[in-house]
Nanobody
């Protein structure tokens, strides 16, 4: 099994920045598709950003231009740089590991999440 641990969530004022990190265990990180999702109270979990093993990326329209997903295969890490944060970005953010380019894949794992609160 793959263990995922998110970190970096915090309370931040509107317009601020945060960098979320996701540390993954295992030996197949470099060929996995990694994604960031978020869920606010009363709402469904939604895709924020995804990056494939080939470093192709996709973003939700609501965060495009403000957020950047990246990965460091040597460290088994995925990141989400969040700039120009808005109150509507407030949510719990989850890291997702997918073993294939098409997801859900053969193996899929979720972290426990990290809370991001954007408020003045």
């Amino acid at each position: 099994q793959v263990q995922l641990v998110e970190s970096g969530g915090a309370l931040v004022p509107p317009g601020g920045s945060l960098r979320l990190s996701c540390a993954a265990s295992g030996s197949s990180f470099s060929i996995a598709t990694m994604g960031w999702y978020r869920q606010a109270p009363g709402k469904q979990r939604e895709l924020v950003a995804v990056i494939t093993s080939g470093r192709s990326v996709n973003y939700a329209d609501s965060v495009k231009g403000r957020f950047t997903i990246s990965r460091d295969n040597a460290k088994n890490m995925a990141y989400l740089q969040m700039n120009s944060l808005k109150p509507e970005d407030t949510a719990r953010y989850y890291c997702r590991y997918c073993s294939d380019e098409v997801c859900p894949g053969r193996y899929n794992y979720w972290g426990q999440g990290t809370q991001v609160t954007v408020s003045s």
